[in-house]
């Protein structure tokens, strides 16, 4: 079975940085390299937010929220998506999902807080 498991979220101070990691299991390096991976977030009383998307040939779409802030990146051979998230600022507070339709893994708690 496909799964993709989250870490790195924790409590930050604003302006500080995380880097989020959604590692793959349950398929081979091959059939991950053609997946396009998404990293949604997902605050309390707010609806689902797509972040991130890297295609599977590498290339990259984020969300205008995260722009200039936010980076996401893959390695095949590890089966992992991270994203890079610098000058956090309270709004990203969230917890931070990674997959693909329909396998979404349990989720990371991002707190940015003073």
């Known amino acids: 079975q496909v799964q993709f498991v989250e870490s790195g979220g924790g409590l930050v101070q604003p302006g500080g940085s995380l880097r989020l990691s959604c590692a793959a299991s349950?398929?081979?390096?091959?059939?991950?390299?053609?997946?396009?991976i998404r990293w949604y977030r997902q605050a309390p009383g707010k609806e689902r937010e797509l972040v991130a998307t890297i295609t599977h040939t590498g290339g990259t779409n984020l969300a205008d929220s995260v722009k200039g802030r936010f980076t996401i990146s893959r390695d095949n051979a590890r089966k992992t998506v991270a994203l890079q998230m610098n000058n956090l600022k309270v709004e990203d507070t969230a917890v931070y999902y990674c997959?693909?339709?329909?396998?979404w893994g349990q989720g990371t708690q991002v707190t940015v807080s003073s």
């Open positions: 349950g398929l081979t390096e091959l059939t991950f390299s053609y997946y396009d």
């Open positions: 997959g693909i339709h329909p396998y």
